[in-house]
């Protein structure tokens, strides 16, 4: 899933941010294993820790995911080309990190 980064500009808070997240969550088998990628918007860096903290929390509860860290690298030089969304280099990285969080859970 990589969802969330509209939800950080449109949502207000922990509980909205949850809400939403959650909607989602209920469409996914609670078996289903799941990888997630945060957020990075770096006009709004403070809601985007937030929604990455919720994030982290609610796939803890629900357990059987994994949370892949974009957000550590989104703000390096080159990755975003707007401040939200990749750049040609920036997919790569994206890609990267993506697969990374899907081979945790082949084995």
Do not use: K
């Not at 985007?48 to 803890?60: H, Q, W, Y």
């Not at 860290?69 to 990749?86: C, E, I, K, R, T």
Request: net charge negative.
């Amino acid at each position: 899933v990589a969802l969330g980064t509209n939800d950080v500009a449109h949502l207000n808070g922990v509980e909205a941010y949850a809400t939403a997240i959650d909607t989602l969550l209920d469409a996914v088998p609670d078996d289903a294993p799941l990888v997630w990628i945060d957020v990075y918007v770096d006009t709004a860096e403070e809601a985007s820790a937030t929604f990455n903290r919720v994030l982290r929390d609610r796939l803890g509860q629900r357990g059987g995911a994994t949370v892949v860290d974009w957000a550590s690298v989104a703000d390096d030089d080159g990755v975003l080309y707007d401040g939200v969304h990749p750049s040609e280099d920036g997919n790569l990285v994206f890609a990267d990190r993506a697969a990374d969080g899907v081979a945790a859970w082949l084995g």
